[in-house]
């Protein structure tokens, strides 16, 4: 019984357009199993995050069912979701940013999104993100995740019309200060309408796309 | 002839689903006005946006027909502005917020998005918020507004299903530093899907919903 | 015998208002164990904070009978604890504020004072709060603790007369900065007459209301 | 007629314990002398705030009974406070401060509560403070303002028995950025229950006083 | 006779390459204008950078035939320029970054250094860019000047292999924070062997190409 | 077959004009020796930087003929380096900046350019500085690797007419943030023409002099 | 009469070591003159420090026989000064670091120190130190003042055996952050034994060196 | 034999007034042993500063003689200390910030000075500071060590006409930023002629002052 630490919210979905979601960085492996165990049983897709290293053998004992994602650090049960129309391209600049836009995935998944993972186009190369661009193109919304100088989502938005929101992710050295370098960069965007969510927030994004498409299943 | 200070980029509204903008930050105001002219020949609706108060009598006198926002800093030309749909509530906390709320209004004008504003809905006063919380419901987006602790967006992101853009302002003093407190909040809002642009950011938010419903648009 | 490291203040209480206690971060598990037998000895009531793991064992051993809250990190003696008039509401916005939020009810107890924890109110679910608001309106001091946005004292504030302390929280990651942006976000508050203590300061935001409690027992 | 710019709260007194107040900083001084004017008409006591020098002279004009304090950019009306019990000792470091310890004093006048100043009495004289330490331990609560190095409110609270309050102010140059240090320095106060609020905020700890005082006021 | 203030190096030639610059910012019109003049007899090549608005009339005055450059901030005299081998690339981002630009043609020129200015190709509309490539590649060193994110240096780092001086502009609001997050962008591009200067800091890119032709001069 | 976390670009070294190289922070050991063994048998000079501890082991089983820097945490295969004109001088404050000191000498070799190690030569006994700096005066180009308060780049700035890369490292402890301060020190060197790259990044500074380096081989 | 701003302290002299000294920042001119008169006429050396612009004509006006430096913003009385064994060199990075060293002549002449000024030795062009070493070297105590990244301390510390005093400038832009990086550049001085005032703080720097003379005159 | 490392400077007494230390935080346990012996076998007074733990052990068996406080991290050997005149108080706030008062009376200890250790004096109990006021009175130098918001210094300046040099001490949590804030709020001292030394460095306090007592030595 999960009472003593967290009242579960069932009717966040009708109020917000996607499930709960555990959250995995603030609780136990125990806490964090019983909970995906409840959503599961009540019928919800289910989606965990930010999943300590201890937290993994312990879900994987406990629902030797459930996905589980090392790198992005997400355990999934995908059993109740249901698909809803809308594409979000999930690009990212380089491979150690790739976990974070894995994150991204997952969320986008689990609400039942289709997510494209466009891997490696950091803009050092310009000539790799615009061989991809088409694919881009063709999303309803895109999801730009960068560590270091944060450029790749100034670029992509003077390229498309979607929506682009940029994620700044940890990875970096020195000055980069743990992703504050590339979230500043991202709000100091001059590409008109990128919108910036919190350092390695890929699960952030993905919801953030969610509601965009909540309003695209409505007036379908 | 503007070539001299810039290249007006008349594909833009191809590309990024709304028109060339004027920011009127790093232009004088002959320069402001000029590119105004050229942009309203060219059949295009016109935003001028971030005038310093030199360049307001400029404008008047330059452009009469013009339509002059003090507060907001914007002159706007109307004409051939093309009406989408789609609706965005813009949400502000206080009464000092308003100009950045106006800059957002005028900015989805122009991309002919209609423009619900809905004032002084500050958290500490927790009553108003909820008195007009059905009208924002009904929004394809959110733009909140707020200064000082920024907390607006976090509240609204838990009672709509719409995508929530956050817009931090410089209101406040002491440790809002300009803005960067608020900032800070709203990246770390705690419910899913908040997004952050800029500080006094009102245009590029409005941009952001732009971009959004370009894809309402295209899916209709 | 205490003497090389530390002077025992005796009178604080008559000085301050309430006891001395045992800030366990730079003291060794002997050292706190030794204070908190000496405390007791002379009739006082008994609060170690901010225990390091390894403490707790050598308390455990040293002093069967305390009573320790591993979540809040304190250990407790309240055989000379005095019960005093005032009743303060601990608020807290998520889960992971709890041990903060454990660590400001647990100085309240050996205060004397009553404290009565309301747990998971945080502002993206405003109806959460509502529903208790009645609760703590009935308080004659409020500590709310959050992390994050640390938006919930402002909230707090807009709805009741009495006194709110608040305390931001180490809960979040990124832009969070170990709770720095909370801090910032509460002190530029836009509820008037909102106080703030250090990040995770449960303590402090206790001894607080102990001050003002004291008054109320002065002039009652 | 004030709307377009501001919902008076009337209710306000109710819900928090003290007057609807006029934040003089993002507004017009006609808007400033308006709302004065509205609110004395409602019975109400008056105080107006962070008053812009320009706005002093229209106050003068408009509402020649109004008294005004240059120092501490405030205006008030006197007529319908309501005396309370309780005082307070607003206590400055410097004569630099004496504007916020001026702000203070005049919030928690048109609150009905008496405040005591004692001024010029900073650590590094530390014979100035002790030799009005008696007076200070009278008080109800302890408003202790301060800039460079904020060493006040922990000085006293290791002193007294009442709440201190801390006011970081803005006094000092170079590394003390616009009273950042002082707030951090008071935020960090290794004397236990000293809470702060924004830097040069007097009104804001005349506020917390006032919350405080509220409960006196009912338990008497 | 300038002794009173500054003792001028006429062996810094020698010693650095490239001859001394008079840094207006902390000097007097009247100071600046008499520099000039020394330096001019003494068969130098002249520049004046950082001269504030009141310097530019004093100067005209004083000294007719020098070249002003309002907007860059300069006053060049060019009698004594040894042209030199080798030519720099300065590209900029935005029309607002030209002041900046210009400062370092200006130095160059003074070096005998030819540069050739590529205005206007922030990577929010990458084409710009790309079309002016091959003339980028050309350059045997590259200045990128850019304000706001600072993306600028990084892609053209890609796109050549010629050393790459980013110069980050204080262009921008909010959260740029007058350049730092340009600068702390650039700092951590994702491009190898991007070397920076200071905010604004046209003059020293400049001599720091410079100094790298110096070696040219002396391989050939 | 590496495909699945990166795409190696065998086309910079046309591009940039130095080879591609593996930043081993973010790979595993197996990744990392995966893609040494890819481009040794593609015929190029093999660098691998930021290894960390347990990276080691592997290369050294893996490719028993690598050549591995514990200190400076590189593995090199030189047997395919090509050697280039220029001579670069990498001069370092104290013994404890040597590994990032020899970082950047490892990638200068790799480069095929000829690297001179002076070390400790910090200006609180600027004695030892001039010591050496015939030695340095002879260099090409500069690398000046300092921590603290970074001050060797503009002592050495002054005394030399080529190129200087400032290379702040991260050692210091307290208000040294890092290698923050020498970072921003090194930014604002009074020398003209000082450049600078990332804490800690030698491996960047050697590719600076890279490009440099590939304008004398062009002219020769 | 001053009572109603300030209570002078004529026993400070006693207490530490020097007189009492007036800040001008936060005073008016006509306090200013006034505390001047009054100390005069208790036969103390006056030392105003601070002055702002307006302040200058009244105190010529109201006390012409005050010497002001304009410059230094200072103005001096020394009828009543007493000379003290002891020299101490103020040395100087560049000329607009000057007003700062004048700040601290001036505060040692009122304490009755010998001042020895040194100014334009900033360490790009370290010969012109070298230069004057021996003359520094025989003070008492040197105070090093600069701006920018703050170096001169750590290269005198090494070559002078007496404590080294440094004093950080606002002389500089962009991330000099109005001298903040000099400060924390001076603290972190490789050379061990330099102590740092707060930036711009010439006075205090003197005022560190009468405190460290007094010793020296008792010992004598 | 240490030459691959670092050329020891047997010549720094003469130039500094002390002698060489042995800074262990960035050196191997047997690098700092084979330092210590060759220091002690040419006749000096030996010192290592800021031991690693597993440094201890190793100079433990090495050197079997010398002397090792855990406590402040460092180990000493006294044979060929010379005693001098002059005495220092270190003066320390809390119990944890005695490791650095160690530091400094080490090093002290090994310069030949006589060091006065008043710990437990913290300005939240101003009585423990002023019983022990006297004591302090009679030191030629004030060594005052403080964490949190690091008000020790202020007051203690306040009371003694000798040098007060300030140092903070990593002491505290939150909001103290590792003493960052102590350190912000010494640079701030209201007290004329507090300086400051880097965040624990209680070694750097020391040195201060034996350069300070140098000087006494001279002249008596």
Redesign the interface.
Known sequence: MTEP???L?FD?E?????PE?IFG???TPEQIADIMKQLHKAGKPVLAT?LKPEAIPVIRREIPEAEIHENARTALMRDYVQKR??TVAVVC????DLPVAEEACDTLAICGITARLIP?V?????H?L?NRIEEIRKA??VIAVAG????LP??I?????????AV?T????????????????????????????????G??????????L???QV??
Not at 14 to 18: A, E, L, N, P, S
Not at 157 to 165: K, S, T
């Open positions: 630490f967290a009242n919210d966040r009708k109020r917000c357009g996607f979601f960085a603030g609780k930010r129309p809308g600049a380089g491979t150690s490696d950091g803009v050092a190369g310009i790799r615009l309803d919304a270091m100088e944060g450029a100034s670029v938005a003077g390229l498309v019309a979607a929506p682009v929101i700044p940890s990875v970096g050295y020195g000055a980069s200060f743990g992703g504050v370098t590339a979230l500043l960069a991202m709000i100091n965007s001059c590409a008109s309408g990128v919108t910036v969510v919190n350092i390695d927030n699960f952030g994004a993905a919801c953030a796309c969610a509601r965009m909540n309003r695209i007036t379908d």
